[in-house]
């Protein structure tokens, strides 16, 4: 605005001092306060958000310290400011116009060779910003074009560099996330010897040949279904462990109860062997109240005294009580 009031005013006192007359003395006045708003309007600059200014002396050359935002005061005529926009920015190199929502036209993609040498188009978005303090630094090396001179080539450099470490299978398979990895490492050191920092690089797409798809494709497959088949066999094996180890506690077990009961029969036989008593006050118990007579083989032994088993089995007369 003062600018614009100063050339006004130049301007309108040039036309008066070309009337001539009493208006010429006016024009003076009106032509010399013109060209000094005009001055003073070129010592003033602002600073937008986001923006960083780098400042440019005849003298000196360019200034070690940024123009941070705001309204600014220079030398006019000695001293110039150049803008950059220190916002976050990001370059999208992909087949056709940029995705929507992205700052930066889209670029060709990238055609690079895989390990066995297959071609691979990749598709990328790079996102970045300047750093402001090192913006002089920038300005002096670089200059405004920096995108088309450093960051675009750099980005094919480091891609390229980095799917010749892969084969085509892992690279769109297992590899990917340590595709984008190895790019992000060598871009960000590439990026910040030129004073630009690296936000994050995106691997939108990568392609391979279609026959080179499908035979990758059917050795996964191959591979899938092979690694179901151990499955199968680990299956069944652990299955007949099962049945081994059941057995086993089962074939125990059946040692276990026969031990047992073998322990049983051995302390029986010892307790009868020491109290044969124990056998003829069982039998007597065993016997029905009313039987007396008992026949027994005139061809055996004689296991059971008769007499002794009638008087087990009848009641015993109680003491008779001292006096």
Not at 253 to 280: F, K
Request: cysteine-free; proline content about 6%; aromatic content about 4%.
């Amino acid at each position: 605005m003062i600018l614009l009031f100063g050339i006004a005013a130049a301007v309108l006192g040039i036309v008066l001092l070309a009337q001539g007359g009493a208006r010429r003395a006016l024009g003076i006045p009106l032509l010399l306060g013109g060209l000094a708003l005009a001055a003073i309007s070129q010592s003033f600059v602002v600073v937008p958000a986001g923006h960083v200014g780098v400042v440019f002396n005849v003298f000196g050359g360019v200034q070690p310290t940024p123009l941070g935002e705001g309204f600014r005061i220079i030398i006019p005529g000695i001293q110039s400011v150049v803008l950059y926009d220190a916002r976050l920015k990001e370059v999208t190199l992909a087949k056709g116009p940029a995705p929507t929502g992205t700052s930066t036209p889209g670029e060709d993609a990238i055609t690079a060779r895989s390990k066995e040498g297959l071609d691979i188009g990749v598709d990328v978005t790079v996102q970045y910003r300047i750093k402001r303090s090192e913006a002089p630094a920038l300005h002096r090396n670089l200059g405004p074009g920096y995108l088309e001179t450093l960051i675009v080539p750099q980005i094919r450099s480091k891609v390229r560099d980095a799917v010749g470490l892969f084969n085509a299978a892992e690279l769109i398979s297992t590899q990917r996330t340590q595709l984008e990895a190895a790019v992000t490492k060598e871009l960000r050191e590439a990026l910040e010897e030129q004073h630009i920092e690296l936000i994050s690089v995106l691997l939108r797409r990568i392609d391979i040949p279609p026959s080179v798809a499908k035979v990758i494709e059917e050795k996964q497959t191959a591979e899938q279904q092979v690694q179901v088949e151990i499955n199968r066999r680990q299956q069944a094996e652990i299955a007949a462990q099962r049945a081994v180890v059941q057995a086993k506690g089962e074939r125990d077990a059946a040692i276990l109860r026969a031990e047992g009961e073998a322990q049983a029969i051995r302390l029986r036989g010892e307790a009868l062997r020491q109290s044969p008593q124990v056998i003829q006050l069982t039998v007597a118990e065993k016997l029905a109240p009313n039987i007396n007579t008992i026949l027994i083989p005139s061809t055996g032994n004689f296991l059971l005294d008769l007499r002794s088993l009638q008087n087990l089995s009848q009641p015993q007369p109680a003491p008779a009580p001292e006096r």
